[in-house]
């Protein structure tokens, strides 16, 4: 959502620009919503990161987060599901996650198969 | 360090000189030198003080570099160690086999060549009644669960957006000393602590293409509804049905694959899919040697379980294929699998068998034609579902053990494709509610003639509540488990009911929980309990417990009745336990 919020200011009036600056100043405008959505994804980003690192019961070692406008991608290994339904909660409650996408893997306690 | 001191060093030298020649400067000029002298020394003070800036700048530097060079160690290190994962969980466990009290008795039946129908003889018990040999009740332990460690990680290709990806992986057993675990109640002959008894692969990852890995691992089948499954590891675990065609302790349709290929897809719009692909690599075209490269049958089996020595004929498959379907969308998560395992050898069904149709196929007891004396007109044609020539080549070679054993089936009418299905939902609520529910289907594909001895077909259903609670330090869960009746039974148990055909369903219930310590440490309390039907031999702790306990007695005699090997199959039997154990994870 900032990052619209900036793109909705940076956008010049289309009329009264010649098509060289009207391009130049649409590249400009697009760099600034490009590089805010990048801040923002970074915040979600360090904001995640932060969320399982400081949770008492949730181990992140083997947790890579990754954002993408908005869209948060969890992978590696969890212990059980408890921690990956908790992981999942708190992740869905951060601020700028628009949605979260799970490709975290269960740590086998069964190894034997049988 | 040592570059900081030198540093530090030169430039207390620095300054000192500075402050040197700027209190000698004035008194130089004071006592009249020459201004073009005292420009002279000046160049060359500059010049000296220039060189010094310049060692100052040349050795910031390097200090700079190695700065740099010991945080990207630094990195490294921290990645190297991040690799390593693991479990180490170790309980004790009180349970019982619940089949103290049970007799068999003989058969009385009135049909063709002693066949059905049959009724069982209450005035003719086996072993003059005796009940199920050794200690099948109440009986403390200790067991390793799942106990392994492991290392993975991933290495981008050049400047590529491929990564190279790899895991291995350790099975290690906490409460027994490493050696080899071919025992009657785990299936596997393989060295315990081995790398390898894990998901074990390398790969290839793509963020938008995905990732595909070789190598041994669980397929997608299992990996699809682990989430489904609170009890990893206990007793309760689901695997005691689900994915368990005949009961007992190896779970067929849940098991890790051999030269497996495992695809991986991204998720577009919560949905994504694996698919899955195993060589069979099995030279016999019955499945009833083990694969080329591996030590075990396929199917997770040892050979020589199934009573014919060193022989797969007890599960072995051909390649394997399977898949799953997954969507999630908030706390929803729909899923289905489905796997097929190529012709599956169960010739070793027969051999055993207490089931009267399998007698009858064998004349009244003559062991295809070699116990005599001949009835009047000679031995009657072998029926061709059995296989005599293994039998009778056996039966030269070791004559003392044919005498009290009985004909394989034959592998071209028992071998056949095993395939099973499920779908299941879970709905995670924002208060720490879960609801799970599992509907599974496996098929085995038989002539006809044969499906009176098949087992492998049935249907299950599983079904779990979670709950976190205070904060996410404790957690509760309940689950059932239902096993469907099969549509036949090889007749395995010592008691069999031939008239409980069809009636072989089980109840498994479990409630467990757990205390959280901290982010690694977790103390947990379980209990489980199945209630099998009639012929039903389904246990407690299968495919993920460290010790099961089953509805096999302890009998060492190689022979008990009609020809059954070792330990007893009592169906029936109402195993239950409790366990509690600490579990860390790192």
Same mark, same amino acid.
């Given at each position: 959502?900032?990052?619209?919020?900036?793109?909705?200011?940076?956008?010049?009036?289309?009329?009264?620009?010649?098509?060289?600056?009207?391009?130049?100043?649409?590249?400009?405008?697009?760099?600034?919503?490009?590089?805010?959505?990048?801040?923002?994804?970074?915040?979600?980003?360090?904001?995640?990161?932060?969320?399982?690192?400081?949770d008492p019961w949730i181990c992140a070692e083997h947790?890579?987060?990754?954002?993408?406008?908005?869209?948060?991608?969890?992978?590696?290994i969890v212990g059980d599901t408890g921690e990956?339904?908790r992981?999942?909660?708190?992740?869905?409650?951060?601020?700028?996650?628009?949605?979260?996408?799970?490709?975290?893997?269960?740590m086998?306690n069964?190894?034997?198969?049988? | 360090?040592?570059?900081?001191?030198?540093? @530090?060093?030169?430039?207390?030298?620095?300054?000192?000189?500075?402050?040197?020649?700027?209190?000698?400067?004035?008194?130089?000029?004071?006592?009249?030198?020459?201004?073009? %002298?005292?420009?002279?020394?000046?160049?060359? +003070?500059?010049?000296?003080?220039?060189?010094?800036?310049?060692?100052?700048?040349?050795?910031?530097?390097?200090?700079?570099?190695?700065?740099?060079?010991?945080?990207?160690?630094?990195?490294?290190?921290?990645?190297?160690?991040?690799?390593f994962f693991g479990t180490l969980d170790v309980s004790i466990?009180?349970?019982?086999?619940?089949?103290?009290?049970?007799?068999?008795?003989?058969?009385?039946?009135?049909?063709?060549?002693?066949?059905?129908?049959?009724?069982?003889?209450?005035?003719?018990?086996?072993?003059?009644?005796?009940?199920?040999?050794?200690?099948?009740?109440?009986?403390?332990?200790?067991?390793s669960n799942g106990s392994n460690v492991?290392?993975?990680?991933?290495?981008?290709?050049?400047?590529?957006?491929?990564?190279?990806?790899?895991?291995?992986?350790?099975?290690?057993?906490m409460?027994?000393?490493?050696?080899?675990?071919?025992?009657?109640?785990?299936?596997?002959?393989?060295?315990?602590?081995?790398?390898? +008894?894990?998901?074990?692969?390398?790969?290839? @990852?793509?963020?938008?293409?995905?990732?595909?890995?070789?190598?041994?691992?669980?397929?997608?089948?299992?990996?699809?509804?682990?989430?489904?499954?609170?009890?990893a590891g206990m007793?309760?675990?689901?695997?005691?049905?689900?994915?368990?065609?005949?009961?007992?302790?190896?779970?067929?349709?849940?098991?890790?694959?051999?030269?497996?290929?495992?695809?991986?897809?991204?998720?577009?719009?919560?949905?994504?899919?694996?698919?899955?692909?195993?060589?069979?690599?099995?030279? %016999?075209?019955?499945?009833?040697?083990?694969?080329?490269?591996?030590? %075990?049958?396929?199917?997770?089996?040892?050979?020589?379980?199934?009573?014919?020595?060193?022989?797969?004929?007890?599960?072995?498959?051909?390649?394997?294929?399977?898949? %799953?379907?997954?969507?999630?969308?908030?706390?929803?998560?729909?899923?289905?699998?489905?796997? +097929?395992?190529?012709?599956?050898?169960?010739?070793?069904?027969?051999?055993?068998?207490?089931?009267?149709?399998?007698?009858?196929?064998?004349?009244?007891?003559?062991?295809?034609?070699?116990?005599?004396?001949?009835?009047?007109?000679?031995?009657?044609?072998?029926?061709?579902?059995?296989?005599?020539?293994?039998?009778?080549?056996?039966?030269?070679?070791?004559?003392?053990?044919?005498?009290?054993?009985?004909?394989?089936?034959?592998?071209?009418?028992?071998?056949?494709?095993?395939?099973?299905?499920?779908?299941?939902?879970?709905?995670?609520?924002?208060?720490?509610?879960?609801?799970?529910?599992?509907?599974?289907?496996?098929? @085995?594909?038989?002539?006809?003639?044969?499906?009176?001895?098949?087992?492998?077909?049935?249907?299950?259903?599983?079904?779990?509540?979670?709950?976190e609670?205070s904060g996410g330090a404790n957690r509760?869960?309940?689950?059932?488990?239902?096993?469907?009746?099969?549509?036949?039974?090889?007749?395995?148990?010592?008691?069999?009911?031939?008239?409980?055909?069809?009636?072989?369903?089980?109840?498994?219930?479990?409630?467990a929980f757990w205390h959280k310590f901290d982010k690694q440490l977790t103390w947990y309390f379980n209990?489980?309990?199945?209630?099998?039907?009639?012929?039903?031999?389904?246990?407690?702790?299968?495919?993920?417990?460290?010790?099961?306990?089953?509805?096999?007695?302890?009998?060492?005699?190689?022979?008990?009745?009609?020809?059954?090997?070792?330990?007893?199959?009592?169906?029936?039997?109402?195993?239950?336990?409790?366990s509690t154990g600490l579990n860390f994870k790192f």
């Amino acid at each position: 959502m900032a990052a619209l919020g900036v793109a909705a200011l940076a956008r010049p009036p289309a009329s009264a620009q010649s098509p060289a600056a009207t391009s130049r100043r649409q590249t400009s405008s697009e760099e600034i919503v490009v590089s805010a959505t990048r801040k923002a994804d970074e915040q979600v980003t360090e904001r995640v990161q932060r969320t399982l690192t400081d949770d008492p019961w949730i181990c992140a070692e083997h947790i890579t987060v990754a954002t993408r406008n908005g869209v948060v991608r969890l992978e590696g290994i969890v212990g059980d599901t408890g921690e990956l339904f908790r992981i999942l909660r708190q992740c869905r409650k951060i601020p700028g996650a628009r949605r979260v996408v799970n490709e975290l893997e269960m740590m086998h306690n069964d190894p034997d198969g049988g | 360090m040592c570059g900081t001191r030198v540093l @530090r060093s030169l430039a207390v030298s620095l300054v000192a000189g500075m402050l040197y020649f700027s209190y000698s400067g004035p008194t130089l000029a004071q006592a009249g030198a020459a201004p073009a %002298d005292q420009d002279a020394r000046m160049r060359v +003070l500059q010049q000296r003080i220039d060189d010094l800036n310049k060692q100052v700048k040349d050795l910031q530097d390097q200090e700079a570099k190695t700065s740099k060079t010991v945080a990207t160690v630094d990195k490294a290190w921290s990645t190297f160690i991040k690799g390593f994962f693991g479990t180490l969980d170790v309980s004790i466990d009180y349970t019982t086999k619940g089949m103290e009290d049970m007799v068999a008795y003989h058969l009385a039946c009135t049909g063709p060549n002693g066949g059905p129908p049959c009724t069982l003889d209450h005035n003719n018990p086996k072993n003059g009644g005796a009940p199920p040999y050794g200690r099948v009740s109440w009986m403390a332990m200790m067991s390793s669960n799942g106990s392994n460690v492991g290392y993975r990680g991933s290495h981008q290709i050049g400047t590529s957006s491929v990564d190279f990806i790899y895991q291995v992986s350790a099975s290690i057993d906490m409460a027994a000393a490493p050696g080899l675990q071919n025992t009657w109640t785990k299936s596997s002959n393989t060295v315990q602590g081995a790398l390898g +008894l894990g998901d074990t692969f390398i790969g290839l @990852r793509n963020k938008r293409g995905g990732q595909l890995k070789f190598g041994e691992m669980y397929s997608p089948y299992k990996t699809s509804t682990d989430r489904l499954n609170p009890f990893a590891g206990m007793l309760g675990n689901y695997s005691v049905v689900m994915g368990n065609t005949g009961g007992d302790n190896r779970i067929e349709f849940g098991t890790r694959i051999d030269h497996i290929i495992v695809y991986d897809s991204p998720t577009w719009n919560g949905f994504s899919f694996d698919a899955s692909y195993s060589f069979g690599q099995n030279p %016999d075209p019955y499945n009833n040697i083990t694969p080329l490269g591996s030590p %075990d049958c396929s199917g997770s089996n040892n050979p020589g379980s199934g009573n014919l020595f060193l022989n797969c004929d007890d599960g072995g498959f051909n390649y394997s294929y399977g898949g %799953d379907l997954k969507f999630e969308y908030g706390g929803l998560y729909l899923v289905a699998a489905y796997e +097929l395992h190529s012709q599956v050898a169960r010739s070793s069904d027969g051999i055993g068998s207490n089931n009267p149709i399998y007698g009858a196929m064998d004349g009244v007891g003559d062991l295809c034609g070699t116990v005599p004396p001949p009835p009047p007109g000679g031995y009657p044609t072998p029926d061709a579902r059995l296989d005599c020539g293994t039998f009778l080549a056996y039966q030269a070679e070791f004559p003392g053990a044919a005498a009290v054993s009985t004909p394989p089936y034959n592998p071209a009418y028992d071998t056949a494709d095993e395939y099973a299905m499920k779908a299941g939902g879970q709905y995670h609520f924002q208060f720490g509610l879960t609801v799970s529910y599992l509907w599974e289907e496996m098929k @085995r594909k038989v002539p006809d003639s044969m499906q009176f001895q098949n087992e492998r077909q049935r249907n299950g259903q599983w079904a779990a509540i979670e709950y976190e609670f205070s904060g996410g330090a404790n957690r509760i869960a309940l689950g059932w488990a239902h096993a469907g009746a099969s549509v036949g039974d090889p007749g395995g148990q010592h008691n069999f009911d031939p008239n409980g055909v069809g009636n072989n369903t089980s109840n498994m219930y479990t409630a467990a929980f757990w205390h959280k310590f901290d982010k690694q440490l977790t103390w947990y309390f379980n209990y489980a309990v199945t209630v099998n039907n009639v012929n039903a031999h389904y246990d407690i702790g299968a495919g993920s417990h460290g010790i099961k306990t089953d509805c096999h007695d302890a009998t060492h005699t190689p022979f008990i009745d009609y020809s059954s090997a070792g330990p007893t199959t009592w169906g029936g039997c109402r195993p239950q336990g409790y366990s509690t154990g600490l579990n860390f994870k790192f």
